[in-house]
């Protein structure tokens, strides 16, 4: 698709990959507006790139995403919708069988997932009446194989990969004018997983494999190891369980 003069909507916008992303597709000419729940970050960002948009607005919050929703219409509406807040909730201290745990996991439901939901069904009727919409889904390497110390993190991914691909062929059964395209990071350096020591590519090299893939109409955009990973889970999916889950992590689950 052609992102030249689009209007691109970026959830979490104001730091990590949503940021990177701003900043690519500014460049390449499009409108760009982010959203963040905090406004200190948000403002920043707009320092940085002054024709940047920004709204406060939390994606897994419902009343946000209906005044985000009236509050575009207003400014003339969008034609990309991409869905890159995300959060995990570390269950290293959580273990696996607690309140703590479950609270967790809902709340990695509630941004990962249901928020999504959410503002796809928002937006909808505005990105059909547009003549060439799309919604972007970031879902992740782990919704292929699950992490043990992420567990419900792989498990919100993975059930936004599985919506992700029912939704295109809903929109394509029903004739609708909107691409859906999934992006499935690797590990990305970001304050997401800033404790992590293991190999991670940059926000820069992820997000230039995401307009690479807009552009070329790949609905299914794999960067870096999720390229692998892809491969590996449906041919030797042991394997791959390993190299998600090497034996030294193991360790950080034992009492
Ligand atoms: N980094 C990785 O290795 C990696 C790998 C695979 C997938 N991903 C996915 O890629 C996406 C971006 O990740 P990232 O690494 O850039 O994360 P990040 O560094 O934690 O940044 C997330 C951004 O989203 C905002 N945000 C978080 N929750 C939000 C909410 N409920 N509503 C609105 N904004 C919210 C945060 O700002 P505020 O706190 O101000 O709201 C922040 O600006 C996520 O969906 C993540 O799951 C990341």
New binding site residues.
């Given amino acids: 698709m052609n992102l030249k003069g689009k209007t691109i909507l970026i ?9 990177e992303a701003a900043k690519q597709f500014l460049a390449i000419g499009a409108k760009v507006i982010i ?4 406004q200190s ?1 948000l403002d920043d960002a707009v320092k940085s790139y002054p024709t940047l948009i920004a709204i406060q ?4 919050n419902e009343e946000d995403a209906s005044a985000l929703f009236y509050k575009i219409r207003e400014l003339g509406g969008i034609d990309i919708l991409y869905n ?5 909730v570390p269950p290293i201290n959580l273990g696996i069988a607690n309140d703590a745990h479950l609270k967790g996991a809902a709340y990695e439901m509630e ?2 997932y249901f ?1 999504v939901i959410h503002l796809n069904n928002l937006f909808m009727e505005m990105l059909k009446s547009r003549e060439e919409s799309a919604i972007i889904n ?1 879902t ?3 919704s292929m194989v699950p992490s043990l110390i992420e567990a419900t993190y792989s498990a919100s ?1 993975s059930a936004l990969a599985f919506y992700t691909t029912s939704l295109r062929e809903h929109l394509r059964i029903i004739g609708a004018n909107v691409k859906v395209f999934e992006l499935l ?4 350096d ?4 800033a404790d992590r020591t293991d190999k ?1 590519i940059s926000k820069e090299q992820l997000v230039k494999g995401l307009i690479n893939g807009l552009q070329q109409d790949e609905y299914t955009i794999r960067v870096g190891d999720s390229k692998l990973i892809y491969f590996l889970s449906r041919y030797l999916p042991k394997f791959s369980f390993r190299l998600i889950n090497p034996a030294k992590t193991n360790l950080l689950l034992k009492p």
Wanted: aromatic content about 0%; proline content about 5%; overall charge positive.
């Fill in positions: 959830t979490g916008g104001g730091s990590g990959i949503g940021l959203t963040g729940r905090n970050k607005s939390d994606a897994g890159n807040a995300g959060v995990g941004v990962n928020g970031t992740s390497i782990l991914k990071p690797p590990l990305v970001t304050d997401m997983v991670k």
